[in-house]
């Protein structure tokens, strides 16, 4: 880091206003547990990041988010909640895979 940059961040009350941060990249795929197929409209929250999908989307997301381990939240109308967590690392992307929330209506 160059002297000047390092001096910047020290003095910011904010360091990620400078663009200087540890992040990573969470994706994943959310789908309907008995057909497979997206879900119309879903909210997703990773690590206090929040994501809509709609259907265009096709039930794929990609979050940039803090490293660590962060709490992984998916809401959709009709469907049970997901709650869980994932690690994500500097720099690297961690895929949460494919996450099926079963229909809560009838059917």
């Given at each position: ?26 994706t994943g795929r959310v789908v309907d547990a008995k057909t497979q197929q997206p879900i119309p409209t ?20 990609t979050v940039q988010v803090q490293i660590g381990t962060q709490p992984v939240l998916i809401h959709s ?31």
């Open positions: 880091m160059s002297g000047l940059l390092a001096l910047a961040v020290a003095c910011s009350p904010n360091p990620n206003a400078l663009g200087v941060t540890d992040t990573g990249t969470v879903v909210v997703i929250n990773v690590g206090g990041q929040t994501r809509y999908l709609s259907p265009s989307d096709q039930g794929g997301f109308p009709g469907y049970s909640d997901y709650s869980g967590s994932i690690v994500v690392r500097k720099g690297e992307t961690s895929d949460i895979g494919l996450i099926g929330l079963a229909s809560t209506g009838p059917g």
